[in-house]
């Protein structure tokens, strides 16, 4: 009696908890896909952890039930620990942007697995092919029981080492803690799902997935405060955090700049077209710089200022790459106007300051050492 009072116990606590989210999610303003997916496996999780408890209670014989309600009780928490993998992987994908992901064949293709798997739990009391019960209601796992483990696992196990592996390939500062946090936290349900197979009677799954939703919830939210909601790009807090940390652990053999851009006559877009074409022109800009900046991952960080400024903070072994990147950044700013066919010419001009570790000088001098030289090229073009 005492160890089913524990297991309902820490069943609703994670319900608690993740209910707390839930609240949290549907209050916000933040509608993105990946937030909706989000909802969705909460919601999932926190019924498997209510007919769990119900399955807990059922099965220490408190209350004595027929054999279909014994079935029924324990068929509905497996349906639902597998659909929440499912949930996760789709969750996954999402934050990793794969558009090949939500392609109707591909879609098609990733359910396979957990079809078959609900089709298994579904017709066990049928088949026996994962479980039956006895005639005293105790249960026994078929030769397929490994399926239920292993079709979940599998999921989760994908989403893992796709987010260990963009964590470090992919040149986004801003995403890295996302992925490094899709990479880390399914190892956690996986790791307590293994042990509450082995345990049965021990709450282990509620926990781990528990926690990791509480992590990936609280990395997404920090994300989202690091980031300029208009444009994409990393905040002027965040840039400051960065160079901050840059200039106090100088990376071997390489070189650190700043650089500012300026978005020539924005004010005069402004005015002739309207603040929502100014916003595009942002957009465009932003887009323009993270295409440029992409070719080295990890090296050039790409932030908003303030109204029309940009700061990159770049990382290279020689001045001349620096020099290109500022040409690749005015190239590109030009290529995507073009594109967007609009009545006006775009263009921006590039700041470049250079940090001396001999002699550090506080962010602020080196923002205005980068102005100092963009006032000269704007006025040297003018």
């Known amino acids: 009696m005492t160890e089913v009072f524990y297991y309902i116990q820490a069943n609703l606590s994670c319900f608690l908890c993740l209910g707390l989210i839930l609240y949290k999610i549907n209050h916000s303003i933040d509608r993105q896909t990946s937030t909706v997916i989000l909802r969705r496996l909460i919601i ?27 079935i029924v009780s324990s068929i509905i928490p497996y349906v639902l620990i597998v659909c929440s993998s499912y949930f996760w992987f789709v969750y996954c994908e999402v934050l990793q942007r794969d558009k090949a992901m939500f392609t109707k064949k591909w879609m098609f293709i990733a359910s396979i697995p957990i079809i078959v798997t609900l089709v298994l739990i ?3 009391s049928f088949t026996g092919l994962v479980f039956h019960f006895d005639e005293n209601n105790h249960i026994h796992y078929g030769p397929f029981y490994a399926v239920l483990l292993l079709v979940p696992f599998g999921y989760m196990l994908y989403s893992s080492a796709k987010g260990f592996y963009k964590a470090f390939t992919q040149g986004r500062y801003l995403d890295h803690m996302v992925y490094l946090t ?63 940390r840059k200039m106090k652990n100088p990376s071997p053999n390489l070189s650190l700049y700043l650089m500012i851009i300026d978005i020539d006559h924005f004010r005069d877009i402004n005015d002739s077209f309207g ?46 790459e620096v020099n290109w990147l500022s040409e690749k950044i005015r190239s590109n700013v030009k290529l995507y106007n073009d594109k967007a ?37 704007k006025h040297a073009r003018a």
């Not at 919830?217 to 980031?227: A, F, P």
């Not at 470049?352 to 006032?375: F, G, H, K, M, Q």
């Open 44 to 70: 999932v999780l926190m019924t498997y952890f209510f007919t769990d408890s119900m399955w807990i209670f059922l099965d220490s014989g408190i209350v004595p039930v027929g054999h279909a309600a014994m």
């Open 182 to 244: 899709i990479g880390i936290f399914p190892l956690i349900p996986i790791i307590t799902g293994v042990l509450q197979a082995i345990f049965m009677y021990i709450p282990f799954m509620c926990y781990g997935a528990s926690f990791s939703i509480l992590m990936i919830y609280l990395t997404t939210l920090e994300n989202l405060i690091s980031m300029d909601s208009l444009t994409q790009v990393n905040n002027r807090n965040q840039m400051h955090k960065y160079l901050l």
């Open 275 to 320: 603040h929502m074409e100014g916003d595009r022109v942002l957009v465009r800009v932003a887009n323009a710089m993270k295409d440029a900046c992409i070719a080295h991952r990890n090296r050039f960080f790409v932030s908003r200022f303030g109204g029309d400024e940009f700061i990159v903070i770049a990382e290279t072994e020689y001045k001349g």
């Open 341 to 377: 066919d609009v009545p006006y010419n775009l263009s921006v001009c590039v700041g470049i300051a250079e940090y001396d570790y001999a002699n550090p000088v506080p962010i602020p001098s080196l923002i205005a050492r980068a102005d100092t030289d963009l006032y000269h090229k």
């Open 122 to 124: 579904v017709t066990a």
